[in-house]
């Protein structure tokens, strides 16, 4: 029986592509530290983001074929992350250095669930292995105290203010600041000033991603952060409803004035499931929305995530539909968003030159 050799196992894993960057995950260097000794093979593969959809496909396609190899005995696939950001410049002297994605999440206008996407996205994200940090930039109305269940005053040591952690992650929220029953009257440099000083005094540290839900509308606090942060993108959120989808329109024409990636739209509430007809669905907000503006507008859509009462249930509760009912339909399509959100990103970052990323690391039981 020939001798198993490096070469022979780069042969084997050749064949597999990145659906994304359409190339063999050999000849984009995904694979790393190849060992043989005797009938026992190691390696890593490398991926571009810890929510990568199609790393468990990876790790047993990888196994089974390197498996098949004459003299292999035993398999061990090392499953590895580096997240890249895009090098944004520095907008206005905001600078997050260790947070490699901003992701803006937006809505023409209120009610359209908009800070319960970008919660859950957050925590979808968090599940997949990355370390994630959420903004409250809607000033005016915060709620992911409550979304969240974190309430508290953070705390501020040499100059730099600590954010609150729920679910392991890092949020910060003017909920933390003000009075249940205070309303948050302010003009818009008093809001310039709070935004800037979320971006640049929280101490966010290392951050794959950093979720920003936005406010409603394009008033002065979504103007504020688009043109402070450097965004790497924005997912807009939207109902089937026309109304929703000629805000959505607006919100889309801002992000491409200041020139952030519309990284897509997603459709929320889009449907609801009778618990006693698991097989009929019902269009309440109108059915296709989502998905004719994404194509009117040139831009990817993201999916539907359907109506469920548990959404508004654990949300009162401060428990996430992705953790508080993780195998309902809501919280899989929240899973499938972060890994449509998490893909687009790495492909715009593999465009430009890197931010330094971070290593996430999780590995695959040995066969």
Not at 41 to 48: A, D, H, N, P, R
Not at 275 to 281: A, C, E, K, Q, V
Not at 334 to 343: D, I, P, T, W
Request: net charge neutral; glycine share 10%.
């Amino acid at each position: 029986m020939s001798a198993v050799t490096e070469a022979a196992v780069l042969d084997a894993l050749r064949p597999i592509v990145d659906p994304d960057f359409r190339k063999s995950i050999v000849e984009l260097g995904f694979v790393k530290n190849v060992r043989v000794e005797g009938g026992r093979v190691s390696f890593t593969i490398e991926l571009t983001t810890p929510a990568c959809p199609v790393k468990a496909e990876f790790e047993r396609t990888a196994r089974e074929r390197v498996a098949a190899l004459p003299g292999v005995t035993h398999v061990d696939v090392r499953m590895t992350a580096n997240t890249r950001g895009p090098a944004a410049a520095p907008k206005d002297g905001v600078v997050l250095p260790g947070v490699r994605n901003m992701i803006a999440v937006a809505s023409g206008k209120g009610g359209v669930g908009k800070s319960t996407t970008a919660v859950n996205l957050a925590l979808a994200l968090r599940e997949s292995g990355a370390s994630v940090g959420v903004m409250d930039a809607d000033v005016y109305g915060p709620s992911l105290p409550l979304l969240l269940g974190v309430h508290g005053r953070p705390e501020s040591t040499e100059k730099r203010i600590q954010p609150l952690e729920a679910y392991g992650m890092r949020v910060m929220s003017m909920g933390f600041f003000v009075n249940d029953n205070s309303p948050v009257i302010w003009r818009g440099p008093m809001v310039h000033g709070l935004i800037r000083q979320f971006l640049t005094d929280v101490e966010w540290g290392e951050l794959d991603y950093l979720v920003i839900d936005l406010p409603p509308g394009t008033g002065d606090a979504a103007l504020t952060l688009t043109q402070q942060a450097p965004l790497s993108g924005a997912v807009i959120v939207t109902t089937a409803n026309d109304l929703s989808i000629l805000d959505a329109r607006k919100g889309l024409r801002m992000f491409e004035k200041v020139a952030v990636p519309v990284l897509g739209i997603v459709e929320n509430m889009s449907y609801f499931v009778p618990s006693d007809l698991p097989d009929r669905r019902y269009y309440i907000f109108g059915k296709g929305g989502g998905k004719r503006v994404a194509d009117e507008l040139g831009v990817d859509f993201l999916g539907e995530v359907p109506i469920d009462p548990r959404v508004v249930e654990g949300g009162d509760q401060g428990k996430p539909i992705v953790s508080f009912a993780p195998e309902s339909e809501a919280a899989v399509a929240f899973r499938r968003l972060a890994g449509e959100v998490a893909r687009r990103l790495a492909v715009l970052a593999a465009r430009t030159p890197a931010i330094a990323g971070g290593n996430i690391t999780w590995v695959a039981s040995p066969s």
